[in-house]
């Protein structure tokens, strides 16, 4: 079977530390979506890694990885996350495969990008300029490269084929990046990655699963930024939500087993879009500063409110989640009250239903309160010695959403994940 993890709010949930943590229980991690927009921190003996195309299962030795179709990939992102992550792990190439079918970031799509963000002006989407957006565009407009271009002798034919298409568009555009340094770059980096393990995927995936090898699949971004059931058009250009496993893996979904959602004990969001429980107010500013809330591949500051039910069961249903993992909890320590939204108010009218367009409404929380906890929780090592009332904040969460929160994080530290 193929479990899935993935992120239930507008990404940053965590999910590196989990998937490093739940990567001894199998034998494959596979990457399904997304591209080097994702930035999966884990912390490797004190050191700090994001990982931005690499599955995070990387640093367990017995773990193959997998970067699949619906992957795309930048390969100078990649060539440089390759070199950084060697010196601390020299057996890597032996254990990353790359699909065949995923496609190909190259530098123009980098300046379409960039050009088009800026032409949207107040209307920006909070795009992190990797060309992530163009490559899916062409991915689906037939006219994109695959990893198993390179490996043809037409390559550069093809690619300049395509650089053309890009060069004819950003005519329209007043302002061009120039990309001829990034063009030197991009083609070193294909030549190493000419050297990798490109393998016909699915096919691959299948045998492995009839060998009876246990596969993770690790998602990127977040479930609000689903490209059909996120706050649209504010959201990335893949699937996010557990459906886009298969389409990204090739596999069935009768292979799917468990689903886990990855949520943090508040909420956060980078760049624009929607946010129902934002809060633009000194509790924003310290739960930002509590949870270092910055992003991990852009820098930027995170956008910070309480935790969104409405939101968060609405991810669930989408994805049929079946366990919970709530990581930051021990930011919330300091804080007294805390709230919960469990409703909108939307046109005087009450819902908990997250609405079709959230971007034309306006949407008032619906808050439920909670007594803060007032006890650091960050060295408790079991469910028993968390206090009493973080554990009711726990159990409303599961009784509202269905779903069993399966592990709570209470720190940053591989060891610090509690069982529940």
């Known amino acids: 079977m193929v479990d899935v993890l993935l992120g239930l709010q507008w990404g940053d949930e965590g999910k590196g530390k989990i998937v490093d943590f739940l990567a001894a229980n199998y034998d494959i991690i596979a990457r399904f979506q997304g591209g ?5 921190t884990l912390y490797v003996n004190g050191n700090k890694i994001v990982l931005h195309t690499i599955p995070s299962g990387v640093f367990q030795k017995h773990c193959l990885n997998l970067i699949g ?18 010196p601390l792990q020299n057996d890597l190439l032996e254990r990353l495969f790359i699909s065949h079918r995923a496609q190909l970031i190259i530098p123009t799509h980098r300046v379409l990008d960039a050009a088009s963000e800026a032409a949207k002006g107040k209307e920006k989407i909070g795009s992190t300029l990797k060309g992530i957006g163009p490559a899916y565009m062409d991915k689906t407009g037939r006219n994109g490269l695959r990893v198993g271009d390179i490996l043809s002798p037409d390559f550069k034919k093809k690619y300049e084929k395509l650089k053309q298409k890009h060069i004819d568009i950003l005519k329209q555009f007043e302002e061009v990046i120039d990309y001829s340094e990034w063009e030197c770059a991009f083609m070193d980096a294909v030549e190493k990655m000419r050297k990798l393990k490109i393998i016909n995927s699915e096919y691959w995936l299948h045998e492995q ?18 490209i059909d059931f996120g706050t649209y058009p504010y959201v ?13 893996l090739g596999i069935a979904p009768s292979r799917i087993g468990e689903v886990i959602g990855i949520t943090k004990a508040y909420c956060t969001r980078v760049g624009s879009g929607p946010f129902p429980t934002e809060l633009l107010d000194e509790t924003g500013d310290a739960l930002r500063k509590a949870g270092a809330e910055f992003g991990a591949t852009t820098g930027r500051p995170r956008r910070c409110g309480w935790i969104d039910l409405v939101a968060l069961r609405y991810a669930c249903m989408l994805s049929g989640v079946t366990q919970l993992i709530m990581t930051k909890a021990d930011v919330m320590d300091s804080f007294d009250p805390v709230f919960l939204a469990t409703a909108y108010e939307i046109d005087g009218k009450h819902t908990c239903e997250f609405p079709y367009d959230i971007n034309d409404v306006k949407v008032i929380p619906v808050y439920e309160q909670f007594q803060g ?3 650091p929780i960050g060295t408790c090592k079991t469910y028993d010695e968390l206090p009493s009332v973080f554990k009711d904040y726990c159990k409303f969460i599961e009784q509202y959403l269905e779903t069993k929160i399966a592990y709570v994080s209470n720190g940053t530290g591989r060891d610090q994940l509690i069982a529940v």
């Open 236 to 248: 990335t250009s893949s699937n996010t939500i557990a459906a886009g496993v298969c389409n990204g």
């Open 373 to 375: 906890w007032s006890k």
């Open 69 to 86: 179709n619906g992957v795309v990939i930048d390969p100078v992102t990649l060539s440089r996350e390759i070199e950084a992550i060697l």
């Open 36 to 40: 080097p927009n994702a930035g999966h």
């Open 209 to 226: 699963l009839k060998a009876g090898k246990k596969v993770l699949a690790e998602g990127a971004q977040g479930s609000m930024l689903d």
